[in-house]
């Protein structure tokens, strides 16, 4: 049975409220997304309104236009609602009055988007900021008038008690940005990540605190390297007062901190510190630039700007700071140094640059310097004053590097230089002063033997830059003035006095008192040829050289005379030298000189040659007047470092003109009483004449043993000649470097050779006989040699017939590319007697035997390790006395082949001798060689020289150079 429920008990009332309460939240949410969704789709409705658009396109345009006070331009803009994405197209600002054109600023194309965090709590970020191509073009009058527009104020309160907003960028990027400052571009690019930007207000202070960050930041200019950097930024601003707290923007180990306070927008007033620290090494890399030095600089100090009508920029900012660093490398192709200790004060003040103090260790010396620049926002008039005291040339020296190099040369002593200079706008108006001390000493090994030099200079100069302009083709260098300058040593000084310019005036004088210190000064710097020892010059004597330099430093103009006495040369001596001296770059003549040699003879002597660039070409016009007489050929021999064994008188007469190729003038050489190589010669006479096309000269040699015709001609323009030479008979009896070494020979040697044809392709005839030739009582018959020379191939045929024997020889000559040589010589059987009897006489009569030999050569003459030899001697058999008989037991031959003596196989066999020998023996000092002998040989029967029985079992293998000593010999019995 159930019981009822009261009425109180009901529950019908509670659920009835329930219901209506979710109807009514569920009406409140509808009606919510309907009104958002009207309003979406009103305010996409709007969005895609033209005439909407352009409503807040103008409107935008109007509101930054009073804002900035300049005009400013908007193309068009795009908003995406989905992904809360704004494009703005062609934006364009003009420059401020009275500059408004060109625009200040152009910008292609800009974009940003917006991320939402929280709607109910109103938090955002910016997800990405890109402007690309942006041109901004900034101006600055002489007057500090620029085309910067001022923010213009509103009069209207926010109407907020607090302003609070906080905005990220996740990723910021400049693409192709360029900048004109006063009309010069510089293109720029920039790469932000992670930028942070927060600011808040404070309503009762009137006052934004902010914060600015981002790293991994990279700057993009010109074709330098990309600037990676941070920035850490931290700033408060009043209505009438800015103030950053913190700036530190760093790259690498360079960075920069400031802070700095505005007041006053409207006429700012600025006070600041800085302190930058600036790594060498870093903006070498980021400029390209090796030079720059490498190190660390730091600047540190305060700033302070107020804005004053009518003052430029430069003439209102007031700074000063400290300038340090403990060391900077400087790093030049031609030089490398080092800058330790570098400190100086500067300050700016009403438009001028003062530098005070500055001073620093430079190559073991002492740097000091100041300087100004007074009006720098006008036309700048500078001045510096410097001065570098007791300098190392030794550290000096090494700087220089590669440049400065001399090997064996030490440098000692100190350099200390004063110097200032002074120039107005630029360096065009340069004029400068300074005076140069040396004080040291060279040191080396000349010649092998230790020498010093002491070594004072003293330069007093001046330089002026002028503004004048340069003659064509020159370049206006100014004018640099020398006076009292000198370069001393012990025995020789070196003044200069005049100035160097495109007009220039130097004169120049220098002293030897004694010549010997010259040479030893040459020989510090001279270097022998390799393999070779230095060969002294002897020099000796006294020297003067007065002249002057003028002209341009393009072309210079050098005329002066020298005069030198007891001049000794290589041994020789020289009464007196005298010379007038005139050149420059397009000619050269030698005037009015006279040497005359202690011994006897003189000469007289005027020369010209016409240079183009200082360089002498085979067409350039000469011109030669020359009289020599009674001159000592020996002493000219030596005085030529000449060792040849050449006495006589040389007497000549020329007087030659035109050129190389077209010589004209006529001459003659005479040498009389003389004796070449232990022969006497009772004359030798070259006469020669030249018309401009060809050039002819006779040759007369008359000696005791005979006499020598011949007759040459040259066209040295064709490149083409012709030639003969011949004699009658020369008596080899009469030929006295025969006799002077105890060769007896009678005979007449005639001679006759002819040649013509082109210095490319030289023709010639050579045909030399002796009929019969009696040396050491031997009789040589029918000595008779050919050559010929055609279509650069050489061929030669000896034949002979010498002790009872033929003798046959053969050769072709290549005379192109690597000399491709075929050669032969054959004999028939050849008596051993009468050979031996020609060297050792004493013991020919004893020796009875024959031989016979037969050899060929082939292969390039260039190349050793290509030539191939081989040597055959048949026939060898040797008798002494009757005792003794001895002959090869089978052919003996010998090859050269890929640089290789090889020695085959074969022996010696007679009485009591029987030894088998070979052999392999390399031309290269590196390569080892093989040599092994067997056998018995006798030595003691009816010999002079009495050994007794020699065993002999000796093998060798061992390089080239090898000590005699260190060779073993396994078995040898006596």
């Given at each position: 049975?159930?019981?009822?429920?009261?009425?109180?008990?009901?529950?019908?009332?509670?659920?009835?409220?329930?219901?209506?309460?979710?109807?009514?939240?569920?009406w409140c949410v509808g009606s919510i997304l309907v009104l958002i969704l009207l309003l979406g789709c009103t305010l996409a409705v709007l969005l895609h309104s033209a005439r909407f658009h352009q409503y807040l396109l103008q409107t935008v345009r109007s509101r930054?236009?009073?804002?900035?006070?300049?005009r400013v331009q908007l193309r068009d803009f795009k908003l995406g609602l989905a992904a809360l994405h704004l494009d703005l197209y062609g934006l364009i600002v003009d420059g401020a009055s009275p500059y408004a054109n060109p625009p200040l600023l152009q910008v292609d194309h800009a974009e940003a988007s917006v991320r939402v965090v929280s709607l109910l709590r109103g938090k955002w970020y910016l997800e990405s900021i890109r402007v690309d191509r942006p041109v901004a073009r900034i101006f600055v009058d002489e007057h500090g008038v620029s085309n910067l527009p001022t923010f213009q104020s509103s009069g209207q309160g926010s109407g907020k008690s607090t302003s609070i907003f906080d905005l990220a960028i996740r990723h910021a990027v400049l693409e192709d940005?360029?900048?004109?400052?006063?009309?010069?571009?510089?293109v720029l690019a920039a790469d932000l990540h992670n930028v942070d930007f927060e600011t808040s207000y404070n309503v009762l202070l009137q006052k934004y605190s902010g914060h600015l960050a981002y790293s991994d930041g990279h700057l993009y200019s010109g074709n330098f390297q990309p600037i990676p950097h941070n920035l850490d930024a931290e700033f408060d601003a009043t209505p009438s007062t800015f103030h950053l707290t913190r700036a530190r923007l760093s790259t690498g180990p360079s960075q920069a901190v400031l802070t700095a306070t505005l007041n006053n927008y409207g006429n700012p007033v600025v006070d600041g510190t800085?302190?930058?620290?600036?790594?060498?090494?870093?903006?070498?890399?980021?400029?390209?630039?090796?030079?720059?030095?490498?190190?660390?600089?730091?600047?540190?100090?305060?700033?302070?700007?107020?804005?004053?009508?009518?003052?430029?920029?430069?003439d209102s900012v007031i700074a000063q700071g400290d300038l340090n660093s403990r060391e900077l490398a400087v790093r030049t192709p031609s030089m490398r140094a080092t800058v330790a200790n570098l400190a100086a004060r500067y300050s700016l003040a009403d438009g001028n640059l003062r530098l005070e103090d500055m001073h620093a260790n430079v190559l073991g010396g002492y740097l000091k310097a100041s300087g100004t620049v007074n009006g720098l926002s006008g036309e700048a008039q500078s001045r510096v004053e410097a001065s570098l005291k007791n300098v190392s040339l030794a550290e000096l020296r090494r700087s220089v590097g590669a440049a400065g190099t001399m090997p064996g040369v030490s440098l000692t002593g100190q350099l200390s230089v004063t110097a200032n200079a002074t120039w107005k706008k630029a360096l065009e108006n340069l004029v400068a002063q300074a005076d140069t001390t040396i004080h040291g000493q060279m040191a080396g090994a000349g010649n092998g033997a230790p020498s010093t030099v002491p070594l004072e200079s003293v330069v007093h100069g001046r330089y002026v830059a002028s503004n004048a302009p340069a003659k064509k083709g020159s370049t206006n260098i100014g004018v640099l003035t020398l006076s009292k300058s000198y370069l001393r040593t012990g025995q020789t000084n070196l003044t200069l006095d005049g100035s160097v310019s495109q007009n220039s005036s130097l004169q120049v004088r220098l002293e030897a008192e004694d010549l010997r210190e010259v040479e030893t000064i040459a020989d510090l710097f001279r270097a022998p040829e390799p393999g070779k020892t230095l060969q002294p010059l002897g020099l000796g004597g006294s020297a003067l050289f007065d002249g002057m330099v003028q002209g341009s430093v393009q072309a210079p103009h050098l005329a002066g005379h020298l005069l030198s006495s007891n001049l000794s040369v290589h041994g020789t001596r020289w009464k007196m030298v005298r010379l007038g001296l005139d050149a420059d770059p397009s000619e050269v003549r030698v005037e009015n000189a006279d040497l005359e040699l202690a011994s006897r003879g003189r000469i007289l002597l005027n020369a010209s040659a016409a240079l183009a660039h200082w360089s002498f070409s085979n067409t350039s016009a000469l011109q030669v007047k020359m009289n020599a007489s009674q001159l000592d050929v020996a002493e000219l021999m030596k005085a030529a470092g000449q060792n040849a064994t050449v006495t006589g008188t040389l007497n000549v007469d020329v007087n030659l003109h035109g050129s190389e190729l077209h010589p004209a003038g006529d001459g003659s050489v005479t040498l009389t009483n003389a004796i070449a190589y232990e022969q006497p010669v009772t004359s030798l006479k070259v006469t020669?004449?030249?018309?401009?096309?060809?050039?002819?000269?006779?040759?007369?040699?008359?000696?005791?043993?005979?006499?020598?015709?011949?007759?040459?001609?040259?066209?040295?323009?064709?490149?083409?000649?012709?030639?003969?030479?011949?004699?009658?008979?020369?008596?080899?009896?009469?030929?006295?470097?025969?006799?002077?070494?105890?060769?007896?020979?009678?005979?007449?040697l005639t001679l006759n050779a002819s040649g013509q044809g082109s210095f490319d392709d030289p023709q010639g005839n050579l045909d030399l006989e002796i009929p019969k030739l009696v040396i050491q009582e031997q009789t040589i018959t029918g000595i008779h040699l050919q050559t010929n020379v055609a279509n650069h191939v050489a061929h030669a045929t000896l034949a002979s017939s010498a002790v009872n024997t033929s003798i046959q020889a053969k050769a072709t000559v290549n005379l192109t590319g690597d000399y491709l040589a075929d050669a032969s010589v054959d004999t028939q059987a050849i008596p051993i007697q009468p050979l031996l009897a020609v060297y050792a006489p004493d013991q020919a009569e004893?020796?009875?035997?024959?031989?016979?030999?037969?050899?060929?050569?082939?292969?390039?003459?260039?190349?050793?390790?290509?030539?191939?030899?081989?040597?055959?001697?048949?026939?060898?058999?040797?008798?002494?006395?009757?005792?003794?008989?001895?002959?090869?037991?089978?052919?003996?031959?010998?090859?050269?082949?890929?640089?290789v003596v090889k020695l085959q196989r074969s022996s010696i066999r007679g009485t009591d001798t029987d030894l088998t020998f070979e052999g392999s023996i390399p031309t290269a000092n590196t390569a080892a060689m093989t040599v092994m002998m067997q056998g018995t040989v006798n030595l003691k029967k009816n010999t002079n020289i009495?050994?007794?029985?020699?065993?002999?079992?000796?093998?060798?293998?061992?390089?080239?150079?090898?000590?005699?000593n260190s060779l073993r010999v396994p078995h040898i019995n006596l």
């Open positions: 049975m159930t019981t009822p429920l009261s009425e109180s008990d009901s529950p019908q009332p509670a659920r009835r409220g329930t219901r209506l309460a979710v109807k009514i939240a569920a930054a236009s009073e804002a900035l006070g300049v940005g360029q900048i004109y400052y006063n009309d010069k571009k510089s800085y302190d930058v620290i600036v790594d060498g090494a870093q903006v070498g890399a980021i400029l390209k630039d090796a030079t720059i030095p490498k190190g660390k600089v730091q600047a540190a100090g305060k700033v302070n700007y107020a804005q004053t009508a009518g003052r430029s920029l430069l020669f004449q030249g018309t401009g096309e060809d050039a002819h000269a006779d040759l007369a040699v008359l000696t005791p043993a005979g006499g020598l015709q011949g007759r040459f001609g040259v066209r040295p323009a064709a490149r083409t000649y012709t030639a003969q030479l011949s004699t009658n008979g020369i008596h080899l009896e009469k030929v006295q470097a025969l006799t002077a070494h105890n060769v007896n020979a009678t005979g007449t004893s020796v009875s035997g024959q031989t016979e030999l037969h050899a060929t050569l082939h292969g390039p003459l260039k190349d050793k390790n290509r030539l191939e030899a081989h040597v055959t001697i048949p026939v060898l058999n040797l008798a002494y006395g009757k005792d003794i008989q001895l002959a090869e037991g089978a052919p003996i031959r010998v090859d050269y082949q890929n640089g009495s050994f007794g029985c020699l065993k002999l079992q000796w093998s060798l293998h061992a390089r080239r150079g090898l000590p005699v």
